[in-house]
């Protein structure tokens, strides 16, 4: 079923295009019809134009014409629509390019031509809150339109002339406008320019004052290294020239003090055992720094093996025991949960001797004890005791070569404040970490780490 036509809408209204005067007529009531249906102000002067520009060209050629004006929707809106239709053919001379600047001034135009003459009809849409055109509403207009009494050209004329200034001052006012926008977006641009020009050398003064920090910085790393291997060097020749000399004391009052050589006074053997006293904490310093200088100059190669842990601890255990000689303290080196690990025998025995030396020192009763365990592919062997414990913010100070807690009381020996850092430095070497958890008066926790392969 083919939909009804629409039907055509009962036009607004209509008039007659005869003679030259009728365009002043016709474009007055353009413009009265677009306000009465709700265009604004500027539609209203665009529809009353082209309006009398279809009228000129159709009149010049030749021919009456007949306008309708009507509303009917264009598209999803309402639409303002004038007609102007020839009632004859006319000479012929009408040409569509004389209308193509007119559709420039409505949303739609269209010139349809045949035997019985030209057909020009155009359309203006009107805005969307105009108010609604009920059938009351256009038959008041309706009524309005037919009392239209025609002013004279002279008076169109001048109602057009009103029109043109009032665009040309809108025009000008945009020109302002414009002008003022580009002098501000001017300023600011300079503005931009100047801020960019003064960051730019911001960071180029202070890129070349980090390039000449780090130079700085270069230079000064180069010289902390020479100066560190000069002093482990110096350690290691030092420690090295002491050892015989403090050996050659050590065994000189020995001598002195034996059954086989003259007897000597009270107070003569007191003084030799005083010597001989000195000069074995002077060896174990010296030894100690021996130790420390040579780890620290690279000079410790580890040698990598499979290590029995069973072998290892049982090691421990008997050169430990006879230094665990409180009975209030239990020394406890079971079974290794762990059978073996690849690395060096002689290092690991070294750090874990000086860890337990070290706990056994600082426990008056309670427990001294090593265990491993497995953690993801590392071992970790754990000394740990319930002595004097470790505050907090000494954790990291321990490690420093020299350093000794403050009134921390060893129960045994004065010890040189070079075994943690020497054992740190060893599990460094052996790839590992070596760390330290502890509460004073609780006691304390070495964990030193390993690669288990
Ligand atoms: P030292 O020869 O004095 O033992 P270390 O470098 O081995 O030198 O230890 C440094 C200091 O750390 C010790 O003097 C001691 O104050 C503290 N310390 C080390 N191990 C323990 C521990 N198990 N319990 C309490 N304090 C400890």
Do not use: C
């Not at 019809?33 to 009353?48: H, I, K, N, P, S």
């Not at 501000?184 to 980090?210: C, D, F, I, K, P």
């Not at 050589?261 to 007191?270: G, H, N």
Request: hydrophobic share 40%.
């Amino acid at each position: 079923m083919t939909p009804e036509p629409e039907p055509e809408p009962e036009p607004l209204m209509r008039m007659r295009l005869r003679v030259e005067q009728d365009i002043f007529v016709a474009r007055q009531l353009g413009r009265e019809v677009a306000r009465d249906v709700g265009l604004e102000q500027q539609d209203q002067t665009r529809l009353a134009t082209a309006l009398s520009e279809v009228s000129r060209v159709v009149l010049a050629d030749g021919s009456d014409a007949d306008v309708t004006f009507t509303v009917r929707p264009e598209g999803v809106r309402m639409a303002l629509r004038v007609t102007v239709q020839q009632s004859s053919p006319g000479d012929g001379q009408l040409v569509r390019g004389d209308l193509a600047h007119v559709g420039r001034l409505v949303d739609k135009m269209e010139v349809e031509s045949d035997e019985t003459g030209t057909v020009v009809w155009m359309a203006r849409r009107l805005p969307a809150g105009a108010p609604p055109l009920t059938p009351e509403r256009m038959d008041e207009i309706r009524a309005g339109l037919s009392r239209h009494v025609p002013s004279s050209p002279i008076d169109e004329l001048h109602v057009q002339n009103q029109q043109l200034i009032a665009a040309l001052d809108e025009v000008r006012s945009q020109r302002d406008e414009l002008a003022r926008l580009n002098a501000e977006l001017e300023e600011t641009n300079r503005g931009v320019m100047a801020l960019y020009h003064q960051l730019s050398e911001e960071l180029e003064e202070t890129n070349r004052g980090v390039v000449a920090l780090y130079a700085e910085l270069d230079d000064k790393s180069v010289q902390l290294a020479a100066a560190s291997e000069a002093k482990s060097r110096f350690l290691a020749n030092v420690s090295h020239e002491l050892r015989a000399p403090v050996t050659a004391i050590i065994g000189l009052s020995r001598l002195l003090a034996d059954d086989g050589s003259d007897p000597l006074t009270t107070d003569q053997e007191r003084q030799v055992e005083l010597i001989r006293g000195s000069a074995s904490d002077l060896l174990t310093l010296v030894n100690d720094l021996l130790d420390l200088a040579k780890a620290e100059a690279g000079r410790i190669e580890p040698t990598l093996a499979e290590v029995d842990l069973r072998a290892t601890f049982g090691q421990l255990r008997g050169t430990l025991r006879p230094l665990a000689t409180r009975p209030e303290v239990e020394f406890r080196i079971d079974e290794p949960a762990v059978a073996s690990i690849h690395s060096d025998e002689v290092l690991i025995t070294r750090v874990l001797r000086n860890l337990l030396t070290n706990a056994l020192k600082f426990t008056a009763e309670g427990e001294v004890r090593l265990t491993v365990r497995e953690v993801g592919t590392d071992l970790e062997f754990i000394v740990s005791d319930t002595g004097t414990g470790i505050s907090p913010e000494l954790h990291e100070r321990i490690f420093e070569e020299f350093y000794q807690v403050p009134g921390s009381k060893s129960l045994s020996g004065k010890g040189t404040g070079l075994g943690l850092p020497y054992a740190r430095r060893l599990a460094t070497i052996l790839g590992g970490a070596l760390r330290v958890d502890s509460t004073p008066g609780e006691g304390s926790t070495f964990t030193l780490r390993l690669p288990a392969s």
